[in-house]
């Protein structure tokens, strides 16, 4: 299972999940795409918050038992060609079988970048199958396709979310988003939602996807916005669920 991490707290959105694959005896790996010196929590210089972030993340995955492959490109900073051949090493390298990965369920130009360098990464004809998961922008039960019950690994997911003391607000919103799919999937108190495709599928999607279409919006700082997450682009949610199905 490789889980691409395009920020480092991101994984923390399928952490619960990552978790049980290691309960079920599932080899884990992470992989860091930049170095998230971007952030200013903390008054913190662009090169602090990098190490900062990057302590955050050994640490984080350390707690996930998984496999730590730092990229670290500089937030912001960086060119898709600089991604593209790394990421095709590293499938290359592990193999795969399930890639939980970002997808064009985003705002973020970081996010819908790294989701088109990995449609570009994949080789034609890959057997891995990708997970897409959200990261703070819902996907919704027009595209969910799994579901996971994270229940059982509250606790370490909890300590896992205790890394990122440098970003407490992703870490609240990623927590709530956990709630909210609990309760509209029916699955206990603590869940998390995927979309699932074939690779080529996958690479079909995203391989022309817009870099900032404004069509998303996603969980923020104050709760009461939030059911505008679920309801802000529900066409082209439900256009890709279509394209996906092609």
């Known amino acids: 299972m490789l889980v691409l991490a395009v920020h480092p707290d991101d994984e923390i ?12 005896g599932d080899a884990v ?3 860091y795409v930049t170095d998230g010196r971007g952030s200013r929590a903390g008054g913190l210089s662009p090169d602090q918050m990098a190490e900062r972030r990057r302590t955050e993340a050994v640490n984080a995955s350390a707690l996930l038992d998984a496999g730590f492959h730092w990229l670290g490109l500089r937030e912001w900073e960086w060119a898709e060609s600089d991604l593209v051949p790394r990421l095709r090493t590293l499938l ?3 193999r795969p079988q399930i890639v939980y990965a970002p997808s064009c369920i985003d705002f973020h130009p970081e996010h819908l970048r790294t989701a088109r360098a990995l449609a570009t990464a994949l080789d034609a004809g890959s057997p891995a199958v990708i997970r897409a998961f959200p990261m703070q922008v819902p996907l919704t039960p027009v595209l969910v396709s799994h579901v996971a019950s994270v229940e059982a690994v509250e606790a370490e997911l909890r300590r896992a979310m205790q890394c990122y003391a440098s970003q407490l607000g992703n870490i609240e919103r990623a927590l709530r988003a956990k709630r909210y799919a609990a309760r509209l999937y029916g699955r206990g108190v603590l869940a998390e939602e995927f979309w699932q495709v074939s690779a080529e599928a996958y690479r079909r999607i995203h391989s022309s996807v817009a870099v900032q279409d404004g069509r998303f919006r996603g969980l923020r700082a104050r709760p009461f916005s939030d ?3 679920y309801l802000t682009g529900l066409a082209r949610r439900r256009e890709l669920r279509r394209m996906a199905a092609e």
Do not use: M, Y
């Open 92 to 94: 290359r390298e592990l």
């Open 13 to 24: 959105g399928c952490a619960g999940t990552l978790l049980l694959h290691r309960r079920a």
């Open 227 to 229: 059911p505008a997450a």
């Open 29 to 31: 790996e992470a992989a």
